[in-house]
């Protein structure tokens, strides 16, 4: 049974505060659980509920949420067994009572979402993917290292934010990890080389002042190459592009030119054709639904399109998507909606509609490694916890590094069967 609720302020790898949760069984359990916080966040996301007051860490403290644990949502669920995760989730939203977590902040309800499930697992004498998963819980991800970054995650001048590779083609997530890495640090010596500077954006990629996007594309093609693998078998690429971060208006503005949405479908149908693209986030506005059809009926049987912004793992959006034959894949981000519930609610919608999933971290992170475990419970078979350096980022591949050292002989690493229906 639940004893006790705590919360604390601690700061996240941008160095902005962000709530953290401890939560006491009677047993003596004690877990903890910390929140992240996106920088190009949807528009449709829950609430994070920051203070406001300008004279503490520039307004950006959380100590309101870190109050709504304390005094509302902790005492709500005292005396509750820690095992009832969705009767803890029905209780935290219905002490809320808003629509989006806006009055105690997502921030707040999540981080005590996740510490009771982490509680009850070690209550139960199980790691988390277990306890959430059950026994058949035993694909690791492909890893999606994201190695430049552009867009909000960089002060250059890439408009695309993120550029990943895919290691797919290894035997073994220990091994798509080693090979993601070599790459990151050839890409390091290339760009070097090329005269880029090569300092860090927020997720621990490069923040290179490139010309264009396609010349992101062409650095990891090259790079891949140079570090020993085959570009596309070994390997494949894929883009977070942000698009809502530079639409106006029915206009996309990018590489310093304005796009219609159908030049930009066309420009997609390029990069598809002309490099090992599997996988492309957030490539249209999160409400320029029409669009996202024609890009949909367009490129959907060649190349994963996923949902971020658009979808913010809301299951209902998520549904209006798939009645409207939008996108083919969940971006997974727990914060955007708020609990654990409501999470594994819209990855089990997904994958009854044929759509895959990919887990994800945010731009400013901390040491939790929750999300390692849950790509695992519910075998989504994607991840993408930003390159292979930075702590932040690095946690989350060290915890499943761990997972599929546990797993042993029971682990099967997705590979290339995650991207089957696509290119690659
Ligand atoms: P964010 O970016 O965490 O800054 O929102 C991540 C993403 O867009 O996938
Ligand atoms: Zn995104």
Do not use: C
Request: overall charge negative; aromatic content about 8%.
């Amino acid at each position: 049974l639940i004893e006790a609720v705590g919360a604390r302020e601690i700061l996240d790898s941008r160095g902005n505060p962000t709530v953290e949760v401890e939560v006491l069984l009677d047993d003596g359990i004690v877990q903890r659980a910390a929140v992240p916080s996106g920088a190009s966040t949807g528009a449709f996301e829950a609430y994070e509920l920051r203070d406001g007051d300008k004279s503490r860490y520039g307004g950006k403290g959380v100590l309101k949420a870190v109050a709504a644990v304390i005094d509302e949502l902790g005492p709500a669920i005292e005396g509750v067994d820690a095992s009832e995760q969705r009767v803890i989730d029905e209780i935290l939203i219905a002490t809320d009572g808003t629509e989006n977590k806006s009055r105690t902040g997502a921030n707040a309800i999540l981080g005590v979402s996740l510490a009771v499930a982490k509680a009850a697992a070690d209550a139960a004498d199980l790691p988390l993917f277990r306890y959430v998963g059950g026994p058949n819980a035993h694909v690791l991800p492909v890893p999606l290292f994201n190695v430049i970054n552009g867009g909000e995650h960089a002060d250059n001048g890439i408009d695309f934010q993120e550029f990943f590779l895919a290691p797919y083609g290894a035997e073994t997530f220990s091994e798509a990890l080693r090979w993601g890495t070599e790459i990151y640090h050839v890409l390091k010596s290339e760009l070097k080389a090329a005269g880029y500077a090569t300092g860090l954006g927020d997720e621990g990629g490069f923040a290179p002042d490139l010309p264009s996007n396609r010349a992101g594309l062409e650095f990891l093609i090259d790079a891949i190459s140079k570090a020993g693998f085959t570009p596309g078998k070994d390997v494949g690429v894929g883009l977070d592009v942000a698009a809502s971060e530079f639409y106006n208006d029915g206009v996309y503005h990018m590489d310093g030119k304005d796009w219609t949405p159908d030049q930009l479908i066309d420009y997609y149908a390029d990069l598809v054709d002309s490099f090992p693209v599997v996988t492309i986030e957030d490539a249209l506005d999160e409400e320029d639904w029409e669009n996202w059809q024609k890009l949909t009926e367009r490129l959907g049987s060649k190349v994963q399109l996923v949902g971020d912004d658009l979808f913010v793992t809301n299951p209902k959006r998520l549904a209006k998507g798939i009645d409207l034959g939008v996108a083919n894949s969940l971006l997974v981000k727990v914060n955007q909606i708020g609990t654990l519930s409501e999470t594994l609610d819209a990855v089990d919608l997904a994958h009854r509609s044929g759509y895959t999933t990919m887990f994800s971290h945010r731009s400013g992170e901390t040491e939790d490694t929750t999300i390692a475990d849950l790509v695992v419970a519910v075998n989504s078979g994607q991840i993408k916890s930003g390159a292979p350096a930075r702590s932040e980022r690095v946690a989350k591949y060290n915890q499943l590094l761990r997972i599929e050292e546990e797993l042993g002989d029971a682990a099967t690493f997705a590979g290339r069967a995650a991207f089957r229906r696509y290119k690659g």
